[in-house]
């Protein structure tokens, strides 16, 4: 690399270190997975911290905590990596096909993701389809990036500008039944660091006053859900994703705000050529009144009240659940 290039560029090994390191939980286990020594591993983060001004990860023999700088850098990291993984499977020199690419939130329920998978997985317009489970973070810069055609997202503080559909679902505190919590003792969380659901309870706790700990950290739902259902700590999520040996604090914790939820297309999807598609996906993402809780609103009732799509969808219904009214579809200008 020419010199006068040095600080311009990023090079993609040392993100892929970087989130090899992270996903595999040490500098050893990377290097195995990328065929390379442990030491060069180690030069590639300590490059990527000069690159950037500072060090990625805190200070320490064997830390593995990634610093502000770290996490923000892993962030993109991902994003540049998958974008450009995705660059060589369709324009490589094996390309495939393009494919119609649906982003979902990791902590859908088990039999949620099957009927999805099911229902969703042959588009009508012959594309294949394929399926990205993430958090809501990535899904939401995959999405503005293009990397994906549709998400699930929830909560997002600047929102895609182009809404399948938007509702409101109620979020509540969980615990084990035989997790008891103690007047003034600290509140154990389950937790995964960065994530909106994360920052909303950790300030809503601090703003009431009440102290907390991270009890148990991991990125995977499912693992989070088994550490509240062992009585580790409380969690935050949808009222309709509960399941067996889990139960809704109702007392002693503040009240969490509704849930904003929404099915968001990328710029310049072709949203009446997949309409079909995205009639049976909000059709199985959508609350039923009947049985979960959520409500719905009309379009030009707030944020939570829109649903806009593309030329020639106006006046056409979108997978209506029972009392979840749907909404003339446009174009946002």
């Known amino acids: 690399m020419h010199r006068r290039y040095a600080k311009k560029n ?22 195995d997975a990328l065929d390379l020594t442990q030491p060069a591993i180690s030069s590639q983060i300590a490059r990527l911290g000069r690159l950037l001004g500072g060090s990625i990860f805190a200070k320490g023999q064997g830390n593995m905590t990634p610093t502000k700088r770290g996490l923000l850098v892993l962030q993109y990291a991902r994003r540049m990596l998958a974008m450009n993984d995705e660059l060589l499977t369709f324009a490589g020199p094996n390309s495939a096909p393009r494919q119609f690419v649906i982003g979902l939130p990791g902590w859908l329920g088990h039999q949620r993701l099957i009927e999805i998978f099911e229902r969703c997985s042959a588009s009508p317009t012959g594309e294949l389809v394929s399926f990205r489970c993430d958090t809501i973070e990535r899904l939401l810069g995959d999405l503005n990036l293009g990397s994906i055609d549709v ?76 550490a509240v259902a ?63 809780s959520a409500s719905a609103h009309p379009a030009g009732a707030g944020h939570a009240g829109k649903a806009l799509a593309g030329k020639g969808l106006a006046g056409k219904e979108l997978a209506p659940p029972p009392r979840v009214r749907t909404h003339e579809l446009h174009r946002a200008r």
């Not at 072709?270 to 049985?291: F, N, Q, Y």
């Open 230 to 292: 062992a009585g580790l700590g409380v969690l935050t999520m949808q009222a309709r994703n509960i399941g067996p040996g889990i139960e809704i604090i109702r007392h002693g914790l503040p009240e969490l705000p509704d849930n904003k939820a929404g099915i968001y297309a990328r710029d310049g999807l072709e949203l009446e050529r997949h309409a079909p598609l995205l009639r049976t996906l909000t059709d199985l993402l959508v609350p039923h009144p009947l049985s979960e």
């Open 151 to 226: 998400a699930y997202l929830c909560n997002v503080i600047n929102p895609p500008r182009i809404a399948v559909a938007q509702w409101s679902e109620q979020t509540v505190w969980v615990k084990s039944p035989k997790l008891v919590l103690s007047p003034g003792a600290p509140i154990p969380l389950i937790s995964w660091p960065g994530t909106t659901s994360d920052r909303v309870a950790v300030e809503l706790l601090e703003d009431s006053g009440m102290h907390c700990f991270v009890a148990f950290c991991a990125p995977e739902f499912s693992a989070r859900l088994a």
């Open 10 to 31: 990023i090079p993609i090994e040392l993100l892929r270190a970087l989130v090899t390191i992270v996903d595999t939980g040490s500098y050893t286990k990377a290097a």
